[in-house]
């Protein structure tokens, strides 16, 4: 190769080399500080967009994920209430089935219905004051049924609907058909007393068949969740491959492109002196 002062190609060539290692160093570094093999189109731009994609759907299974869980807790506040009301309706059934003894003074009767009485407001109370997020559950405000989004689309397949049924009026005149004084003073009556325990069973089976009801919605809701962690778990494994990076092979590329730079730059300083040597035939 020639000796020229004007033009250095060696030094060019390795200002070149220091360059692309420089570069590929760079790349490791952040590769490996971010954890990410992509980390800007640039990098891969068919990768890129693809990893985004996948991002926007984790991202949506995340919040329908969420709205299957705020569904299952909305069912599982009715149903607790409910399991309130029951406790309250066995009581008072065993308080009637006491009334029909007719061993009872009238005094005890007087004690006992005022018992009933108490429990039939307390039912009424839990009626008209359960809620969730602000929405009566069991007073019959709820009229439409609800949708709960479960998928990242809107078809049907997308929605777990709860029907309105599930939110019928629990208040004890819906359930025991009368209003409360006077089916507290059946109850303590000696000649109704008996009438009444029918009229209670029939509350109690009634609420029975609410809450299985409920049970199977909660069962579609716990399906929905599970389906969704299924598909999380697979969508954010192939997110990993695309988007990922591999710190082993990347700090082999570190180890690679920094010695390649050491060198790099300990032979610009020789070729640099290049120009020095020609001027020596002068």
Request: proline share 0%; net charge negative.
């Amino acid at each position: 190769m020639s000796l020229s002062i004007v033009t250095n190609v060696q030094s060019l060539k390795v200002q070149q080399n220091l360059t692309a290692a420089t570069n590929t160093l760079n790349t490791a570094i952040e590769r490996m500080t971010t954890g990410y093999k992509i980390n800007s189109a640039k990098d891969d731009a068919a990768g890129y967009s693809i990893a985004s994609q996948m991002e926007a759907k984790l991202s949506s299974y995340d919040v329908a994920a969420n709205n299957a869980q705020i569904g299952l807790d909305m069912l599982t506040t009715t149903e607790e209430n409910y399991s309130l009301i029951v406790d309250h309706l066995q009581r008072i059934r065993d308080l009637t089935e006491q009334a029909a003894n007719g061993t009872y003074s009238d005094d005890s009767r007087a004690a006992i219905e005022a018992e009933i009485a108490s429990r039939l407001a307390e039912i009424d109370r839990v009626a008209g004051s359960a809620e969730y997020n602000g929405m009566l559950l069991m007073d019959g405000s709820i009229n439409d049924d609800i949708n709960i989004q479960v998928g990242i689309d809107g078809s049907a397949n997308s929605k777990v609907t709860l029907g309105a049924t599930l939110f019928e009026s629990a208040t004890a005149q819906d359930l025991l058909g009368s209003d409360n004084t006077t089916f507290a003073g059946a109850c303590t009556a000696a000649d109704t007393a008996a009438d009444q325990l029918s009229l209670l069973d029939a509350a109690i089976d009634n609420i029975s068949t609410r809450v299985t009801n409920l049970g199977a919605s909660q069962n579609r809701l716990e399906s929905a969740i599970d389906s969704i962690n299924v598909t999380t778990e697979n969508l954010t494994s192939s997110l990993s491959t695309v988007k990922d990076a591999d710190i082993a092979e990347e700090s082999t590329r570190y180890l690679q492109a920094q010695i390649l730079q050491s060198a790099a730059t300990t032979l610009l300083s020789t070729a640099n002196q290049t120009p020095a040597v020609a001027l020596e035939l002068i």
